[in-house]
Structures are given as C-alpha cells and as structure tokens.
C-alpha cells in the first residue's frame, strides 16, 4: 500500500482553517452563477475590486493565520484545490462540484482563480 503524501504546514492549515471558511463565503453563490463565470472566462480577482466588503473579507480570512504570505502558495497549489473541490465542495456543494467537473475547463478554471484571488489579498 502506498504511503500517503505527507502534507505541508501551510496546506495542513488551509485544510482545517480556510476551507469551511471559504465553504461559508460561496454560500451566495449558485451552480447558475458559477457556469456563467466558467463559460465566459470571468476574472474573479477583477470583481472583487467591485465589492470592497467581499474582498475585505477574504482578506480577514488569508491573514488569520500568521506568516499567511509565506503559505499563500500552498492556498492555491493544485493538490489543494483538487482536495478541496473534491472533498469540500463534493460533500457541502455538490451543486458547485458538479458545474465545475461537468463544464468544459472547470477545473482549470477553479486553479486559476483561485491563484488570482490570492495573489491579489495577499500582494
């Protein structure tokens, strides 16, 4: 039996810290909302310069953790989103999981959000 990776300090905490966070702010947000922005390429990273409460809280949830800048990578490493999409999203919002495995691109789509994302809360 193969031995499972072993998981980073910075992973760990986006595991146990930032995903039910994360799960608590895509409430909002339906399958309808997420097939529109897989299907026309939205840059997420772009919007929130248009809702400053919704960036402010995603900045609130990166830095709960110190250090965040030095684990930001392991927030948008493609192991992590394909854990959290998989699990997370699979288990709470299988609507969500569903557009993303199911659309074209999806999952492609997901990583380079989420990368954007990131690198704009925590510059």
């Keep these: 039996m193969p031995k499972p990776k072993k998981r980073s300090f910075g992973e760990s905490v986006a595991r146990t810290i930032i995903a039910p966070r994360l799960l608590k702010l895509l409430k909002p947000f ?5 097939a529109r922005a897989i ?3 939205i ?3 772009r919007g929130l310069e248009h809702s400053p ?5 995603l900045v609130d949830l990166a830095t709960l953790f110190p250090f965040a800048e030095k684990y930001a990578s392991s ?4 192991r992590w989103v394909d854990w959290f999409i998989d699990n997370e999203l699979a288990h709470n919002r299988p609507d969500l ?5 199911y ?3 999806g999952r492609d789509y997901i ?6 994302i990131v690198k704009a809360i925590l510059p």
């Design 39 to 41: 299907a026309e390429d």
């Design 111 to 116: 990583r380079r959000q989420i990368k954007r």
């Design 30 to 34: 339906s399958a309808v909302d997420l």
């Design 97 to 101: 999981y569903a557009q993303i495995i």
């Design 75 to 78: 927030l948008y490493s493609k």
């Design 53 to 57: 409460s919704y960036k402010s809280k």
């Design 103 to 105: 659309s074209p691109g």
């Design 43 to 45: 840059n997420l990273a």
